[in-house]
């Protein structure tokens, strides 16, 4: 469904690559960090190496640097996709509304359309400005530290064959019952803006006879339906955090007890054990980007199937190509 979507980036396509060639980059430089850190302890402390800390610290640096200017680029360059795209779309779906036939406008109301031609699109818009940064950043940060992780300890890294399993599960739990939960939102959403559309239009009529606390009662019905909705929907979204948190700690804690105890045998270097937890938090941080971008799609596929509905509805009026009126 979203691949439908590709053409309007036509723009702004050298804003997108630049943009995840900079999310690439970033990680890379990120990744090194640990490693330099290990051996700064490993080697710089255990040896009292001033001149070796301070070499490793200044390439620490110069990565952290590097790394933060590649941000710098993303995401000036991700803003300038992301709002493209969303004009473009507007337009294009805009452009298709005035195509309508009137029997084509009976198909959907007045706020739906204006609905789908505004908080979807904003949805989709949203969707892809905090998307690609952890829809790019996630994989690869967990793939190269999980490789890190494993060169460094191949014992210790068995620990998420038990932890990113359980992960999964937490999440597509959560998945199956929220993507429900946001189309109902966005239908709850279309009966408010009806109820204010109405409300707006015949404003002279509903003082002229003095409806203003009928009116008050019908919005707030609908305005309650719509917090119900709304409430439910997020509160299973919320759900994500707590429980990636607790396999995330839980995580840790395994590790620093068996490692301690490799340590404290000699199977392992305390600076080892230092570059091994900072890429097991980097593991589990892209976990939970790739668990938000999940979170993010679920969205995005509810507003994108209405904003579809919309541009696939066929004109019952078209006009003949090629032909000419002539008025006499």
Partial sequence: MLKRFWPYFSKY?????????????ECMFELIIPLLMADIIDVGVATRDSHYIIVKGVEMIACALIALAMGAIHARCNALAGQGFGAELRKAEFEKLQSFSFSNMDHFSTSSLVTRLTSDITVLQNALGNGIRPMIRGPVM??????????LNPSLAIVFLVALPALGICLFLILRRLRPSYGK????LDHVNSVVQENLTAIRVV?????????KEKFAKVNQEFQKTSGHAFHLAVLNMPCFQLVMYATIIALLWFGGNMVMIGGMQVGKLTGF???????LNSLMMISNVFMLLTRSM??????????DESPDICDIPGSTLEVR
Avoid at 13 to 25: E, F, G, T
Wanted: proline share 0%.
């Fill in 302 to 311: 509810t507003s994108a199937g209405r904003i579809l509905e919309v541009m």
């Fill in 207 to 215: 003082k002229s006879y003095v409806r203003e606390g009928y009116e």
């Fill in 142 to 151: 967990m793939v190269t530290a999980l490789i890190m992780a494993v060169i």
């Fill in 185 to 188: 939102m966005q239908r709850a």
């Fill in 277 to 283: 937890l900072s890429y097991v938090l980097q593991i």
């Fill in 13 to 25: 396509k050298k804003y997108l690559i630049i943009s995840c060639l900079c999310v690439v980059l």
